[in-house]
């Protein structure tokens, strides 16, 4: 599975754990279905719901004129992965990240989630 495939996957499986009441394994077999599960793609989203409180605090403190509790949920979802890959992926650029990150944020937020999402990651990198 290409990177970029994991990464939407791993959204899908995270956005899903976050409004739902499901358990991350459940969740990732629910984006891959029957195919094999891709070490990234669990490495991610199981890094993402490790360090949520973490990564939370850090993208909050990285907000301008926003709280991050009236984030929509998916820029927050696309925000703490990043943030993950930033802080404990050191085989992804920051630059890599963030251009994932805004092609996310463009393919399943609103017009200009993708400009949002790169000012945030921008200033957190």
Not at 26 to 50: C, K, M, S
């Amino acid at each position: 599975m290409k990177r970029r495939t994991a990464r939407e996957k791993a959204f899908q499986a995270l956005f899903q754990i976050n409004n739902n009441d499901i358990n991350t394994d459940e969740a990732i077999q629910h984006v891959v279905e029957d195919a094999a599960v891709d070490e990234f793609l669990h490495q991610l989203v199981h890094g993402v719901i490790d360090h949520r409180d973490e990564l939370d605090e850090w993208i909050s403190d990285n907000l301008d004129n926003w709280s991050f509790n009236r984030l929509p949920k998916v820029e927050k979802t696309v925000l703490r992965m990043a943030a993950y890959e930033f802080k404990y992926n050191d085989d992804v650029p920051g630059q890599v990240a963030i251009n994932e990150a805004v092609e996310l944020a463009k393919i399943f937020g609103e017009e200009d989630s993708g400009k949002f999402v790169n000012g945030v990651l921008s200033k957190m990198i």
